[in-house]
Nanobody, 128 residues
Framework: QVQLVESGGGLVQAGGSLSLSCAAS????????MGWFRQAPGKEREFVAA????????YYADSVKGRFAISRDNAKNTVYLQMNSLKPEDTAVYYC?????????????????????WGQGTQVTVSS
């Protein structure tokens, strides 16, 4: 069982930056692949970024590539999402999620159904 708590959301102007954190409970955090997803009002939850349990591989949605960076600190049981050059269309509730490590992350990192644990979300609002 893994419990996830996101923090760091808020209101920022377009072009600004925010850093999200997701703290995980338990001593097995380092065995989980982690992802960030977001959901805007009236839209489906969509993939943003993912990172392998070792930190050795990262994956990004095309819409955030070059602007967002995912990282993790297994000693602190925390995964991060640095968001730069924010746009109004980045406005959403951001969720972190965890899935046990496995060989198929490279082909299923974007699929919400493969993540077993979810945080409660943190709101990010980007004003124009």
């Amino acid at each position: 069982q893994v419990q996830l708590v996101e923090s760091g959301g808020g209101l920022v102007q377009a072009g600004g930056s925010l850093s999200l954190s997701c703290a995980a409970s338990g001593r097995t955090f380092s065995t989980y692949n982690m992802g960030w997803f977001r959901q805007a009002p009236g839209k489906e939850r969509e993939f943003v970024a993912a990172i392998r349990w070792s930190g050795g591989s990262v994956y990004y949605a095309d819409s955030v590539k070059g602007r967002f960076a995912i990282s993790r600190d297994n000693a602190k049981n925390t995964v991060y999402l640095q968001m730069n050059s924010l746009k109004p269309e980045d406005t959403a509730v951001y969720y972190c999620a965890a899935r046990p490590r496995g060989p198929d992350l490279s082909t299923t990192y974007y699929y919400t159904g493969r993540y077993d644990y979810w945080g409660q979300g943190t709101q990010v609002t980007v004003s124009s």
